[in-house]
Protein backbone atom coordinates (compact mmCIF):
# COMPACT_ATOMS: atom_id res chain seq x y z
CA UNK A 1 0.00 0.00 0.00
CA UNK A 2 1.06 3.30 -1.26
CA UNK A 3 1.43 6.04 1.25
CA UNK A 4 -0.82 8.37 -0.27
CA UNK A 5 -3.31 5.10 -0.04
CA UNK A 6 -2.38 4.38 3.75
CA UNK A 7 -3.18 8.23 4.40
CA UNK A 8 -6.58 8.04 2.46
CA UNK A 9 -7.54 4.61 4.39
CA UNK A 10 -7.06 6.64 7.71
CA UNK A 11 -8.99 9.61 7.08
CA UNK A 12 -11.69 8.19 5.39
CA UNK A 13 -11.83 5.64 9.12
CA UNK A 14 -11.70 9.08 11.10
CA UNK A 15 -14.32 10.87 9.18
CA UNK A 16 -16.40 7.07 9.67
CA UNK A 17 -15.94 6.43 12.75
CA UNK A 18 -16.60 10.81 13.66
CA UNK A 19 -12.97 11.42 14.90
CA UNK A 20 -13.03 14.18 11.67
CA UNK A 21 -16.68 15.69 11.89
CA UNK A 22 -18.50 17.55 9.52
CA UNK A 23 -17.47 21.09 9.37
CA UNK A 24 -14.81 20.92 11.19
CA UNK A 25 -11.32 22.14 9.78
CA UNK A 26 -8.47 20.19 8.34
CA UNK A 27 -5.33 21.44 7.69
CA UNK A 28 -2.73 19.61 5.58
CA UNK A 29 0.41 20.18 8.07
CA UNK A 30 -1.53 18.75 11.23
CA UNK A 31 -2.54 15.98 9.37
CA UNK A 32 0.74 15.39 8.15
CA UNK A 33 2.25 15.11 11.83
CA UNK A 34 -0.52 13.27 12.77
CA UNK A 35 0.07 10.60 10.35
CA UNK A 36 3.79 10.63 10.76
CA UNK A 37 4.13 11.24 6.93
CA UNK A 38 5.39 13.65 4.67
CA UNK A 39 2.59 16.40 3.29
CA UNK A 40 2.29 14.96 -0.59
CA UNK A 41 0.73 12.00 0.30
CA UNK A 42 -1.55 13.27 2.53
CA UNK A 43 -2.31 16.05 -0.54
CA UNK A 44 -2.87 13.17 -2.73
CA UNK A 45 -5.28 11.79 -0.36
CA UNK A 46 -7.06 14.95 0.13
CA UNK A 47 -7.79 15.56 -3.12
CA UNK A 48 -9.28 11.82 -3.56
CA UNK A 49 -11.65 12.11 -0.78
CA UNK A 50 -12.39 16.22 -2.53
CA UNK A 51 -12.92 14.54 -5.73
CA UNK A 52 -15.73 11.92 -3.57
CA UNK A 53 -17.31 14.36 -1.80
CA UNK A 54 -16.47 13.84 1.32
CA UNK A 55 -14.09 17.06 1.96
CA UNK A 56 -14.52 20.71 0.44
CA UNK A 57 -12.93 23.91 0.32
CA UNK A 58 -15.17 26.63 2.38
CA UNK A 59 -15.02 30.15 2.05
CA UNK A 60 -12.38 31.70 4.23
CA UNK A 61 -12.24 28.73 6.01
CA UNK A 62 -9.87 26.40 4.36
CA UNK A 63 -10.77 22.52 3.89
CA UNK A 64 -13.26 21.00 5.77
CA UNK A 65 -15.04 18.00 6.58
CA UNK A 66 -18.12 17.94 3.77
CA UNK A 67 -21.91 18.71 5.55
CA UNK A 68 -24.87 17.79 4.02
CA UNK A 69 -27.84 19.61 4.14
CA UNK A 70 -31.57 17.77 4.11
CA UNK A 71 -31.64 18.01 0.39
CA UNK A 72 -28.28 16.05 0.15
CA UNK A 73 -29.56 13.63 2.66
CA UNK A 74 -32.84 12.66 0.98
CA UNK A 75 -30.84 12.39 -2.02
CA UNK A 76 -28.52 10.26 -0.73
CA UNK A 77 -31.36 7.88 0.87
CA UNK A 78 -33.29 7.50 -2.30
CA UNK A 79 -30.18 6.06 -4.17
CA UNK A 80 -29.31 3.65 -1.50
CA UNK A 81 -33.20 2.65 -1.48
CA UNK A 82 -32.38 2.18 -5.47
CA UNK A 83 -29.13 0.36 -4.89
CA UNK A 84 -29.73 -1.53 -1.66
CA UNK A 85 -33.00 -3.05 -2.93
CA UNK A 86 -31.62 -3.76 -6.18
CA UNK A 87 -28.72 -5.60 -4.29
CA UNK A 88 -31.31 -7.59 -2.11
CA UNK A 89 -33.04 -8.39 -5.03
CA UNK A 90 -29.86 -9.91 -7.05
CA UNK A 91 -28.73 -11.48 -3.59
CA UNK A 92 -31.73 -13.68 -3.40
CA UNK A 93 -30.98 -14.96 -7.30
CA UNK A 94 -27.19 -15.24 -6.85
CA UNK A 95 -26.01 -15.71 -3.71
CA UNK A 96 -24.54 -19.20 -2.30
CA UNK A 97 -25.93 -21.11 0.74
CA UNK A 98 -22.54 -19.72 2.43
CA UNK A 99 -22.88 -16.57 2.06
CA UNK A 100 -26.65 -17.13 3.34
CA UNK A 101 -25.26 -18.80 6.21
CA UNK A 102 -22.73 -15.76 6.57
CA UNK A 103 -25.62 -13.23 6.50
CA UNK A 104 -27.56 -15.53 9.67
CA UNK A 105 -24.23 -15.20 11.51
CA UNK A 106 -23.89 -11.42 11.23
CA UNK A 107 -27.65 -11.27 12.12
CA UNK A 108 -26.68 -13.00 15.12
CA UNK A 109 -24.00 -10.93 16.10
CA UNK A 110 -25.98 -8.11 15.69
CA UNK A 111 -28.78 -9.64 17.69
CA UNK A 112 -26.46 -9.66 20.69
CA UNK A 113 -25.12 -6.04 20.31
CA UNK A 114 -28.32 -4.22 20.35
CA UNK A 115 -27.81 -2.91 23.73
CA UNK A 116 -24.21 -1.18 22.43
CA UNK A 117 -25.46 1.37 19.60
CA UNK A 118 -21.78 2.07 18.14
CA UNK A 119 -20.85 -2.33 18.19
CA UNK A 120 -24.60 -2.31 16.91
CA UNK A 121 -23.31 0.14 13.66
CA UNK A 122 -20.19 -1.58 13.41
CA UNK A 123 -22.33 -5.07 12.83
CA UNK A 124 -24.66 -2.89 10.72
CA UNK A 125 -21.74 -2.15 8.09
CA UNK A 126 -20.72 -5.54 8.10
CA UNK A 127 -24.50 -6.94 7.28
CA UNK A 128 -25.09 -4.79 4.18
CA UNK A 129 -22.06 -5.15 3.23
CA UNK A 130 -22.22 -8.69 3.18
CA UNK A 131 -25.68 -8.30 0.79
CA UNK A 132 -23.45 -6.16 -1.07
CA UNK A 133 -21.28 -9.03 -1.91
CA UNK A 134 -23.79 -11.46 -2.40
CA UNK A 135 -25.36 -9.60 -5.07
CA UNK A 136 -22.25 -10.52 -7.18
CA UNK A 137 -22.26 -7.05 -9.33
CA UNK A 138 -19.14 -5.74 -9.73
CA UNK A 139 -20.59 -2.15 -10.97
CA UNK A 140 -23.53 -2.50 -8.62
CA UNK A 141 -20.43 -3.45 -5.57
CA UNK A 142 -18.58 0.09 -6.44
CA UNK A 143 -21.68 2.44 -6.66
CA UNK A 144 -22.43 1.48 -2.98
CA UNK A 145 -19.45 1.42 -1.89
CA UNK A 146 -19.32 5.16 -2.76
CA UNK A 147 -22.71 5.53 -1.35
CA UNK A 148 -21.39 4.01 2.03
CA UNK A 149 -18.53 6.27 1.93
CA UNK A 150 -21.13 9.19 1.59
CA UNK A 151 -22.38 8.00 4.41
CA UNK A 152 -20.27 8.68 7.21
CA UNK A 153 -20.73 12.17 6.44
CA UNK A 154 -24.28 12.31 8.66
CA UNK A 155 -22.66 11.85 11.59
CA UNK A 156 -23.76 9.72 14.76
CA UNK A 157 -25.34 6.25 14.08
CA UNK A 158 -29.38 6.02 14.58
CA UNK A 159 -28.68 3.37 16.91
CA UNK A 160 -29.13 5.64 19.67
CA UNK A 161 -32.83 6.25 18.99
CA UNK A 162 -34.90 4.29 21.32
CA UNK A 163 -36.25 1.23 19.31
CA UNK A 164 -34.43 1.60 16.49
CA UNK A 165 -31.54 -1.02 17.30
CA UNK A 166 -34.67 -4.04 17.39
CA UNK A 167 -37.25 -2.42 14.60
CA UNK A 168 -33.34 -2.22 12.19
CA UNK A 169 -32.77 -5.56 13.63
CA UNK A 170 -36.13 -7.19 12.71
CA UNK A 171 -36.02 -4.98 9.23
CA UNK A 172 -32.43 -7.06 8.28
CA UNK A 173 -34.01 -10.68 9.24
CA UNK A 174 -37.19 -9.92 7.05
CA UNK A 175 -33.97 -9.27 4.31
CA UNK A 176 -32.48 -12.36 4.98
CA UNK A 177 -35.55 -14.49 5.10
CA UNK A 178 -36.57 -13.16 1.35
CA UNK A 179 -32.60 -13.94 0.11
CA UNK A 180 -32.42 -17.93 1.91
CA UNK A 181 -36.15 -18.25 0.59
CA UNK A 182 -34.58 -17.28 -3.29
CA UNK A 183 -37.54 -14.61 -3.50
CA UNK A 184 -36.28 -11.62 -4.98
CA UNK A 185 -39.14 -9.72 -5.00
CA UNK A 186 -39.91 -9.81 -1.33
CA UNK A 187 -36.13 -9.35 -0.69
CA UNK A 188 -36.04 -6.14 -2.62
CA UNK A 189 -39.37 -4.99 -1.16
CA UNK A 190 -37.76 -6.14 2.25
CA UNK A 191 -34.45 -3.48 1.64
CA UNK A 192 -36.19 -0.66 0.19
CA UNK A 193 -38.76 -1.10 2.98
CA UNK A 194 -35.68 -0.67 5.48
CA UNK A 195 -33.93 1.90 3.97
CA UNK A 196 -36.92 3.76 4.65
CA UNK A 197 -37.18 3.59 8.25
CA UNK A 198 -33.59 4.20 8.50
CA UNK A 199 -34.07 7.83 6.33
CA UNK A 200 -37.68 8.39 8.93
CA UNK A 201 -35.15 7.32 11.72
CA UNK A 202 -32.32 10.17 10.29
CA UNK A 203 -34.38 12.57 9.86
CA UNK A 204 -35.71 11.81 13.77
CA UNK A 205 -32.08 12.23 14.75
CA UNK A 206 -31.63 15.19 13.37
CA UNK A 207 -34.53 17.02 14.67
CA UNK A 208 -33.85 15.75 18.19
CA UNK A 209 -29.95 16.80 17.92
CA UNK A 210 -30.86 20.29 16.55
CA UNK A 211 -33.78 20.44 19.50
CA UNK A 212 -31.29 19.18 21.69
CA UNK A 213 -28.98 22.39 20.51
CA UNK A 214 -31.18 24.69 20.56
CA UNK A 215 -32.20 24.77 24.33
CA UNK A 216 -28.60 24.48 25.30
CA UNK A 217 -28.77 27.75 23.76
CA UNK A 218 -31.25 28.96 25.38
CA UNK A 219 -30.25 27.72 28.81
CA UNK A 220 -26.62 29.57 28.47
CA UNK A 221 -29.07 33.02 27.47
CA UNK A 222 -31.02 32.35 30.72
CA UNK A 223 -28.77 30.76 33.40
Given at each position: ??R????Y??LLQAI??G?L?P??R??????????G??????RE??????S???I?????????I?QL????????Y?????????????????????EV?N??E???Q???SQ??????A?????????????????Y?L????SL???M?LL????Y?L?SRA??A??E???????????????AES???K????A?????????EQ?N??????????T?
Amino acid sequence: MSRAEHAYQRLLQAIIDGSLKPGGRILEVDLANWLGISRTPVREALKRLESEGLICNAPRRGMVIAQLDIQAIMELYQMREVLEGTAARLAAQQCSEAEVYNLRELLSQEQQSQHHAADQAVKNRAFHNAIYLAAHNRYLLKSLNSLRDAMALLGPTTYMLDSRAQTALSEHAAIVDAIENRDPTAAESAARKHIRAAQMARIRLGREQSNACSTTSRDKVTG
